[in-house]
């Protein structure tokens, strides 16, 4: 008999067993799902059992940056001959938990295909796709930096030239965050203040001197972070934007400052995260050879009893 319990997260080992034969050697999805299920930010954690045996899990969690959806992940035994029973009863549980103010919204491998065909079939949409390609430094040829715009009257600065700018470094800020707003409009970001903007932005792991602006006219139009990564000798390309849609040219001439970065100080990766709904991170793979990469796919499930508008969710 298939029975639902609330978890009481006593049961690590059992869960990791469940991960591994859920995830098989994806040791990073196992990794995540466990921070996640430990995580301070948990509103609910539900585990299937049949007969005593863990068959399923799900997990439930806000997120304070992106404030108006209710996150989950699911697990489920590979073995267990009637995974979508599991599916069902984990998702009532956690709906009736939760109730239907904010949608619901998950992310999955698109080789996932027990929940992706599961979600398509119970009224989930995608709303977005995310690749996390990666490009080796020394693969970037000549050719690659072709038909990138000339500086003209452009200035391409660092953010240490800036930081202690008042107006650009204020213009920066905003830019960026405009940029991301504009990005995620499928789920929106919290209401944050310039200060909190500037820090994420002047983060510990940004490479000040390797992130840049262009500007003309005192006027900041495009940006590109650039941070470090956990992974050794790799760099990881971080939020990029330009005020018009027209200057995406700049996105490439900026990334090709910092190849050069990453050339000159030995780095011999590059890593990133690219969202289809992000133009700009998009442009990056018109221009480079990142080498093909499983992609994310990101699915949300809106109730008729949503707030009616963006306006009103924000108050």
């Known amino acids: 008999m298939l029975t639902i319990k609330q978890n009481n997260q006593s049961n690590e080992g059992i869960v990791k067993n ?11 999805s196992i990794l995540d799902f466990l921070r996640k299920w430990n995580s301070k930010n948990i509103i609910c954690t539900y585990e299937g059992y049949d007969n005593e045996k863990l068959v399923g899990i799900i997990i439930c969690w806000k997120n304070s940056f992106h404030p108006y959806c209710t996150y989950f992940s699911i697990a489920i035994d590979r073995n267990y001959e009637l995974p979508h029973n ?29 929940l992706k065909t599961y979600y398509e079939k119970k009224g989930f949409h995608e709303i977005r796709r995310t690749y996390i390609p990666s490009l080796k430094i020394s693969a970037i ?44 409009k499928a789920n929106l970001v919290a209401t944050l203040d310039l200060g909190k903007w500037e820090a994420m932005i002047f983060a510990d792991d940004t490479i000040l001197e ?7 006219n005192q006027e900041i139009l495009a940006f ?29 001439l900026l990334t090709c400052y910092q190849f050069n970065y990453g050339k000159d100080n030995a780095y ?17 793979l018109h221009h480079f050879p990142f080498a093909p990469t499983p992609t994310l796919i990101t699915y949300q499930k809106v109730f008729s009893r949503r707030r009616n508008s963006e306006s009103e969710v924000r108050e």
């Not at 069902?88 to 080789?111: A, D, F, N």
């Not at 470090?228 to 700049?250: M, N």
């Open 210 to 216: 390797a992130s840049y602006v262009v500007i003309e």
């Open 268 to 284: 011999e990766w590059v890593e990133t995260e690219i969202d289809t709904t992000d133009p700009f991170q998009l442009e990056l």
């Open 86 to 114: 599991v599916i069902t009863l984990l998702l009532q549980r956690m709906e009736t938990t939760v109730g239907e103010i904010y949608p619901l919204q998950t992310s999955i491998w698109e080789t996932n295909y027990l």
């Open 18 to 28: 469940l991960l591994t034969s859920f995830f098989g050697a994806d040791t990073n």
């Open 141 to 184: 040829t000549e050719d690659d930096y072709l038909n990138t715009p000339s500086k003209n009257h452009q200035s391409v600065c660092n953010l240490n030239d800036i930081e202690n700018n008042k107006y650009l470094k204020e213009q920066l800020i905003t830019l960026v965050r405009d940029t991301y707003e504009l990005t995620h």
């Open 224 to 252: 590109a972070l650039l941070h470090d990564s956990d992974t050794p000798a790799t760099l990881e390309l971080g939020w990029r934007g330009a005020k018009k849609f027209e200057d995406l040219s700049l996105i490439v």
